[in-house]
């Protein structure tokens, strides 16, 4: 009997380990499976995209390839690296177009054909044109073609993109808050798996470089092509298709971590208006920036709030409301940029910012339309940006250059009509004309046409005057002989530095520091040199040689100094040069 119950107590304990690892194979099997899914659903994802897209992604990979073969020393195949160049360029702007046609008709087969061959002629155009050396190109002026075209393809493709964004959200039938979140999102988990595979390339790379031989520039076309290959896919797969709805650590992270944030940042900034209201001053020229940058920041945290499943959020019920919190701080921004713009005129980097505020206003009354009708007005955005850029870049009288061109110069008229200028008004005039002449190819036309040859001249001529104070004083001996009669030795100078009271601090080549007094030189500047320009080339001769001490002399072959005449200021100064030993 006893043994018959060792046998079945052994039987026992055997099947409880069977069970023990089918349960530990099972929970292992589970994790496989999870990781096999997310990897296969992955890959099927991208190649799922590739049959939608195939066109646009072998564009992609094809310039990602050019791309690739580019990389690296390419002095000795000029000639192919130009080609190469005329490809990638041809591709991705092939790649761009006939995304619209494989989105919008991607069951009728022929129109996408037919966009295919379409995209093809404007690339080739616009790879002839770009590239093209001639002076005359189409019986017009090459610099005038050039951007002209450009303009317009920028205008076409900012519209064929967009087009193809708002195409997907309508596809997809979901709300286009819940579109963007889910987008970024998604974009966000592709970029972090393809870094992972980035990096982890890389290293695999790098150690073969270490210990079997150098690849050279391998590791970059590599990573490059992959980039066109992969990434690219799964971006796009990420815009193109209906992917998860965001989890709740997603929503924690938006209404808990990234909200917050930004409301700290409006109460900065509302304690800043405070500031300039009891301080009776004017905004900064940095505010602009910071507020561009918070609506940049700030649409894309209000858009995924509401986008996002956290309705049982506490921060989520008050988050509809939070966008409106940013409108004063259009008037802020109005109110700095305009008083730039009456002061010194419309510049690019002005204009721009005029752009900005309306594409805010313009947001901000499409987001209270949504916010009162419960519709998709929001989307609409996305037409108002292809209006936009039209307006910017090709409608005459509206465009950039336009408005530079005609507020600069009104500028230049009315600073030229003073018989006397001063050194605020040659800089004044000298900034209005460089806006011209350099805000397009119309720019140094109208400039030519307008005012005379001399007049152009000596505008050029107030390039570098000076209204700060500061002067750059120069001076280069050049390669000539140095009289060494009466030392013994001879070091060379490799190092200096200022102190203060017009002594700096010399380092020999003998490893030695010396003092040298400057305050003769600073002297004669004084005396002989205005701060009428900005730079100015010193005539040191016979005016080189400076005392040490009672054995030894500085000899200066070249020398650069910062300084402020007006104030006798030294800001900064570099010697070269040799010290001379008895």
Known sequence: MSEEKDIEEKDIEEKDIENKDIDNNGIEGKRTNKITKLLCRLLEGVRDTIKDYPVTLISVIIAALLGALCIGDSSDYLALNDLYEKGISF????????????????KKTRIRIAGCFLSAIISAVYVFILFNDNEIVFGAESEAVKQNFIRFLAVYLTVMILGSIYHMYKRLEEDFEVFCTRAFLELCKT???????????????????????????????????????????????????????????????????????????FIIIYVYIIKIFVTDSIPSNTIFGI????????????????????????????SKF???????????????????????????????????????VIYFILYLIHHITHNQSISLILFFLMVIAALVLVVPGICFDDVVINSQIKRLDEALANEELSKEGKHSVYSAYREIYYVSYRGERILENKYEEALRDEINDYDDINIGGGVNFDYNKGEEEI??????????????????????????????????????????????????????????TDRNLYRIDDKRDLYITSLYTDYDVSLGKVEYININGYILEK
């Open 91 to 106: 591709f991705l702007i092939m790649s761009a177009q006939v995304i619209l046609y494989e989105e919008i008709f991607r």
């Open 191 to 265: 970029t972090f798996i393809y870094g992972l595979f980035a990096v982890g390339l890389a290293i695999i790379v790098l150690i073969f470089n270490e210990l079997i031989f150098d690849t050279g520039d391998f590791l970059e076309q590599l990573e490059l092509f992959l980039a066109g290959g992969i990434y690219s896919a799964m971006c796009l797969k990420a815009v193109s298709k209906k992917n998860d709805p965001p989890g709740k650590f997603a929503g924690i992270c938006i209404v808990y971590v990234l909200q917050p944030m930004l409301i700290i940042s």
């Open 291 to 318: 507020l561009a940058f918070l609506f940049s920041v700030g649409m894309p945290i209000f858009t995924m709030i509401n986008g996002s499943n956290s309705e049982n959020m506490l921060l989520k019920k008050g």
């Open 322 to 360: 939070l966008p409106y919190a940013f409108i004063p701080f259009i008037f802020l921004q109005v109110w700095s940029m305009g008083i730039r713009i009456q002061a010194h005129g419309f510049t690019v980097p002005r204009y721009g910012a005029v752009v900005l505020i309306v594409c805010e």
């Open 483 to 540: 009289n060494i009669s009466g030392y013994n030795m001879l070091y060379n100078v490799t190092d200096c530095e200022y102190t203060q009271e017009y002594s700096c601090l010399i380092k020999s080549a003998a490893d030695k520091d010396y003092t040298v007094d400057l305050t003769e030189l600073y002297e004669w500047i004084d005396d002989n040199y205005s701060d009428e320009r900005n730079y100015v080339s010193l005539d040191l």
